[in-house]
Structure formats: C-alpha cells, structure tokens
C-alpha cells in the first residue's frame, strides 16, 4: 500500500510570489490534515478535510492560505503571496476512520526568500 | 504554558539500553494518544497509538497512558542505533477535534 505522497519535497520561493503544495493520501482516507512545523516550534494543525469537505480550518493562519480537495482525492495547499514567516515544513497525514491513526508524508520544505 | 511538554533531549544511551520517552500534558480533553517516530528531513512515522488509559505493547515499545496524572509514556527496550531519531508525542480530543496537539520532540542517539 503506497503511502501518503507529497509534491514537491522542497521549495524555495521570494517573498510575494505564490507556492502550491499537493499531497496525495492513502487511497480510500476520507480524512486529510494539514500540518506545518515552523523553526524551533511543534508540528501545527492547520486544517482538516473530510472527503472533499473543510472539517476544520481552525488552524489556517491567515487569508493567504487556501486549501482545496478535489473530489475529495488529492489536496492542494496555496500560500499567496507568500512571506517569510511562511517558510517551514508543511506535512500532510491521512487517516481512514474519526478517531482512526494519522499517517503522515514526508513533507514538503518551503523556504521564502 | 504549553498543552503539550516533551523533554527535548538530547538523550544518548548505549546499545542494548532500555529508554524511557515521557509527555505531560494540561487538557483533560484529550483521548486519543500517539507516539511518532521522525528521522530527519522525513516525516512522522505512527509507532503507537492507544485510547484512553492503559498500555500497548508492540515488540520492543510499550506506551502507556496514565490520565490521571496526564502523564504518557514510550519505552523502548533493548534499544538499537536504528532507534536514533526524534521521538514525538502527539493526542487529540476526539469527536469534532481530530487535530492532533504534538509535543515538541525527544531527540535520542543510541551509540553502538
């Protein structure tokens, strides 16, 4: 079983120019997380997908990020206009139940410039 | 003040050693726990994940989760230089909270 994919694994991007990342979960996981770890601090939550749907969005930092799930597939993550308090490693995880087990990506490094 | 407290280390023990990885945390809430496993530059790989109070064994690891001290715990026995790695905790609430609060990370090296 392939696990959860991520695209691309690293970005480097100047400050104001827009960045999309993809992350491919587990086939058949209804539930899609987003999650960021900035320097020196813990992984976040950012939001939270069930199906195509927007569970919880709670963790969005601000307007400049939109998350979208096509037919609740593949997910799709785009910060406009990035800054530098952006840069990071954002992860994916899926999960097959509510309460199931998140299985993570390896992560995508995004650096702004 | 933090929900979650990790130790981040760094924790060096020989090989063959038992090691003892701890989380505390301050939200009642939280039901639902996981230890992840995450070598650098990759992501968190799930090791244990246990509901509510009580222990879980899986080969050498065992967790345990002691709610009324919100108190958890990873150990690894019989540790190998293939254990070095950051060691994560991680929980959430349940229901409509699925959003997982982690802690900050063990860094732990085991020397052959």
């Known amino acids: 079983e392939a696990g959860v994919t991520q695209f691309p694994s690293h970005s480097v991007i100047e400050k104001g120019q827009t960045v999309t990342l993809r992350c491919d979960p587990i086939?058949?996981?209804?539930?899609l997380y987003w999650y960021r770890r900035v320097m020196g601090k813990e992984i976040k939550f950012l939001l939270h997908?069930?199906?195509?749907?927007?569970?919880?969005e709670s963790g969005m930092p601000n307007n400049r990020f939109l998350a979208e799930r096509t037919g609740g597939t593949y997910s799709t993550l785009k910060v406009q206009p990035a800054e530098l308090e952006d840069s990071g490693v954002y992860f994916c995880?899926?999960?097959?139940?509510?309460?199931?087990?998140?299985?993570f990506g390896p992560g995508t490094r995004l650096t702004v410039t | 003040q933090k929900e979650v407290e990790q130790d981040p280390g760094p924790l060096s023990v020989p090989e063959g050693a038992i090691v003892s990885l701890n989380c505390t945390y301050s939200?009642?809430?939280?039901?639902?726990f996981m230890w992840y496993r995450q070598y650098s530059r990759k992501g968190p790989e799930l090791l244990m994940y246990?509901?509510?109070?009580g222990n879980k064994e899986d080969g050498r690891f065992t967790a345990q989760v002691d709610k009324s001290s919100k108190y958890i715990s990873l150990f690894i026995r019989d540790s190998q230089p293939s254990d070095s790695a950051t060691y994560l905790c991680?929980?959430?609430?349940?229901?409509?909270?699925?959003?997982?609060?982690f802690g900050s990370g063990t860094q732990l090296t085991v020397l052959p």
């Open positions: 246990t509901y509510s109070s």
């Open positions: 991680a929980m959430f609430r349940g229901g409509s909270a699925r959003q997982l609060t």
């Open positions: 997908f069930v199906k195509e749907s927007k569970q919880d």
């Open positions: 939200n009642s809430a939280f039901q639902y």
């Open positions: 086939s058949g996981h209804d539930n």
């Open positions: 995880a899926s999960s097959p139940s509510r309460e199931g087990e998140q299985y």
